[in-house]
């Protein structure tokens, strides 16, 4: 059996529970031995439930034990990037929620303080752990479909987030559209260098009115001249709705969303079969434990995480360049932004 | 039994003869009575091989019968408009491949004159006559999936044209996409508004070298704010690629490739299934029998025809906008082309 | 174009309608001179709608038409044999119906004749001609799926026929499983050997006052060991059933029903499609006009028919195996039968 | 969080391993406090592995354990019954692996000291447990399909046992069947009464020479008139195949194999995706990780288990009247056997 790492979980919302429940029952190898949030009823809660031996409000006390070898930094954004400096100082190792931040020096401080820490820093891309995402992109890079020429992501949420959530959001493109520039830039070797995107308030006037879109179309530009379609819309009807598909010169490979089961029901009216998963949680419960099971491998091996610093850079940098093309009704190169 | 509609062929190429041999052996009520082309040997082997009872060089000849009642127009694009003038003015009713024309002003006569003299007039769009688009297309305008929101519709063809078709082909816009701008337009009851076009050439270089693209993304806005994403390519390894999906505030409609058979093989390396049709003419097979009926029955009823020769218009606008998007890559409106 | 095949119908109730229609509007190179029935009103109204030039309520005025190469025979089934021993006599060639008849005496009889007289002779099991169960075949007969081990066959009506049909429709093996008795030889290259029959009235107790059953499974052993099951009903809420999957040494082969489209409907309830096609005439529409056409490609080949009469002769074997099955509770010897 | 229950297992052979990695690692609130096996080094590298503080070779150091509450049973069948009975007078609750035994008389032994002891006893049909099986129960118990008329059950292996294993294994209808029985008794609520078997060596003739088959074909009757047929084959080309059918009077229902993966990959040959899971520990993790949590809510809410010691002893029944009717080659009923 391999050593146990212990970790604390900083943050203890939504996220940072699942985080700390996948870690306490279903990584083995994994011991999480304290639990913080600025919260004090969270954090109690939290460890209350999972067995967590200690909780506390201040994420120092987690960089100071010396007991503790790695963080997972669940907290809100605009705090991550000071955590991982200070984590990095300390000599823990760093999983941290999307978006690192969405501010660009910001974010190339917190990679330079990884770098010269030398700690593994992974940053929280599940889906690129999703076994149907890793075998499109198996297909892409083993050249089973040739050379890609046609990228189409589908994302689309069951439901919007509350209003609340909206305005402190950063904007469909920085909270949600987010996932799927790394998708695409995951899925494909050429760095993307050109986006243009456009949307529209369909969905919940309430979102036009906090100043965000809720269905929105963005396409991408690779440097190898491929290009990649993003279809987002904050409510589907019929649930979690993610697809991908990614054509190519020998071929094409496409994935279908995930179903509770595959039943199919025939009946005097339909032949039909249950709604896909509806919520993400239940969506990637998969691809959440594998993501953490990479960071504990990565690690134990001393080896790079499969989601660095500079892969959760890119993201950003493109959700950035579609919020101005938005604005501006025209394609906007990424090297625009920086 | 509906009393026969006698028709004359003009133009015997790959279509014209699709077209009258679907008249003479599939179309119950069809007679045809004489078939033209510019090419002697050509309008005789296809009489020949039809059993059609006459066959000449100059379509006028067909104009001239009076015991013909509609032509159908196979010929060269640009002489399409004259020979729908002429055909108006003998008072036969027309069927006309797509594109109408590749010229507005053209396009704007030959509509007139049809007006004008009260024929039935019906553009080539055979797809709107398959039952997967036309299941869409009920799907959306019934209400089915609530408002629509995002259209998404892959086009793409088993292997590229010849190269000397290619070079007078009119671009891809108007030769292939034009299928799509028809379909997008067709599945949602909202004009098209803008266009946004990119593209590339990953097929074949000596497509380049012709000034054409062969690898495009197109996409639409409609004025009630919904959006469509076309793509396409010249060559697909499997063959035929004609989806599309529709995402709409109630749910989404979409409908998959057709296949000689559906049977599915597990072997000791994969579960498949055997290549989708791989060419237009065996897979609209039925959609071009349809169109004729329909072209029949709007001329037995006097109604007007399901694809007017407005409805042909639409799509070369759209294809203009398209061609002025790529090469200013800025979204241009359909307003700026006329 | 090859040479036209004079055809007389015998028999134009529905089948030999279907039939008179396609080989009048759908098989190029078929003329269908006469069509006879016992009804003069049914003979009359068929030649009116299709334009059929002669009617009669005698067979043998056909028979008795130099001019005519071939008769099509869908008359009663037990008129069957008398009339191909007559045709044979006249030297037509002779498509029948399914069953050739409910008496192996007589069907010898007529096999004998037709052997004598050198015509070509095609029993009406249209299964065999439809795309999907050809794949089937081909993939047992090339090897894909190794030695054939299991086969199960699907077959359910969408609704019992009339209560006055099933009184004189020889019970449902003769009438119904003959299709898929047949099916399941044709399948597998190895003479079926015995069978195990079970069954019960479940969809109406009419149809059990009537002396049938109504829901029947029955199992086939071949020679090679292999076996066969069969699912029949009568009534299958969602309409026309009609599956076939084989398992062998390297793998299976199995295929679904047919659809009038393909979409899918993504809804707030349901991810579901339209029910399969309802009624055979429609599910079955391409393999009517197929069989035909093999028929009349074998008298122009002068070659051997793609089901002859010896293959006619298995199926009705098969059934009143089953039928002794099924009134002893044991499995049943075909070399019992005769 | 629930109280933690603590349990011992017995038998640590392959799937006592899994049973025990699946209460160590992925079911919360269960503690396995120790493990014994037979073979001293069996029972000690599992102990190790996932850190199991006690071991042994003798069950009965479980049983004596005043802090155990739960036994897990994992040893050879011809010692089931034996545990259980010692077990029960014990006190603990028994899960037991299937079957309970292959000896009527001792399987009644058992479950009267079951009831006595009024322990919670549950046995390992696991399948039960998998969310596609338990969406066709769900359908058929609450009347979505109607009353069901015929089950079809298809359970293939991706290759046979060992011929060590065969030869002790009780044969294929008790060892691999059993299953199917279960299931086929699961999904319908009607007694089964009466059986047919056939079957044959198609895969490897040394299960033939150690008295076994390995290709059978089970037909079940229902007291209500129903019908299952269960197909089994030892191998399977495309790896591990379990699927069932459920047709009723109102619709039917089926499901698909599991895949690791729903992508679908288009190539110049085929259209194909990957094969489904090849072997049953991957097929049906979360079904034996649900059957330990459904076993320790029953212990924590004092409830029966979802599949008890009568449900575990019908299948042993079928079993035995498959083997009848396969040597005297006809239909057996259940009532002739106890």
């Known amino acids: 059996m391999n050593p146990s790492i ?3 979980i900083i943050g203890a919302g939504r996220i940072g529970r699942l985080h700390a429940a996948n870690l306490c029952q279903r990584v ?3 011991k999480v031995v304290m639990v913080t949030d600025a919260l004090a ?4 809660s939290c460890a209350a439930q999972l067995g967590i031996p200690a909780h506390g409000t201040d994420y120092q006390a987690v960089l100071n034990r010396p007991d503790i070898q790695a963080v997972v930094i669940c907290s809100p954004t605009d705090t991550h990037t000071g955590i991982i400096q200070a984590a990095a100082a300390a000599g823990k190792h760093v ?4 978006p690192i931040d969405v501010d660009l020096g910001r974010i190339d401080l917190a990679i330079a303080a990884v770098r010269k820490a030398g700690i593994v820093f992974q940053v929280g891309f599940n889906r690129r752990f999703d076994p149907n995402f890793q075998r499109v992109r198996t297909a892409v890079a083993s050249g089973e479909i040739g050379t890609p020429h046609q990228v189409h992501i589908i994302s689309r949420d069951p439901s919007p987030p509350p209003i609340e959530y909206v305005r402190v959001s950063g904007g469909i ?4 559209t987010i996932h799927d520039f790394d998708m695409a830039q995951f ?7 050109e986006v243009f995107a456009t949307g529209d308030v369909r969905v ?10 809720d269905t929105v179309v963005v396409l991408l530009k690779y440097a190898n001249g491929a290009t990649a379609v993003i279809e987002n819309c904050r409510q589907a009807a019929y649930g979690y709705d993610q697809r991908v598909e990614v054509f190519g010169s020998a071929g094409a490979i496409r994935i279908d969303n995930n179903y509770p089961n595959n039943a199919i029901l025939s009946t005097r009216e339909w032949v039909r079969r249950d709604l896909p998963h509806h919520f993400f949680l239940t969506r990637y419960t998969e691809s959440y434990i594998a993501e953490m099971q990479a960071f504990l491998e990565a690690i134990r091996h001393g080896r790079r995480s499969p989601v660095s610093g500079e892969d959760g850079r890119i993201p950003v940098v493109i959700a950035m360049a579609a919020r101005r093309s938005l604005q501006t009704n025209r394609p906007v190169r990424l090297s625009e932004i920086g």
Chains 1, 2, 3, 4 share one sequence.
Not at 41 to 44: K, L
Not at 95 to 98: L, R
């Open 41 to 44: 009823a969270s954090a109690e």
């Open 28 to 30: 083995p190898g994994a």
């Open 95 to 98: 999983f941290c929620e999307k």
């Open 6 to 8: 212990n970790l604390g």
């Open 204 to 213: 919940d006037p309430a979102i036009g009115e906090a100043g965000d879109l």
């Open 187 to 193: 899925l494909v070797d050429s760095p993307i260098v």
């Open 173 to 176: 493109f920085l909270d949600m």
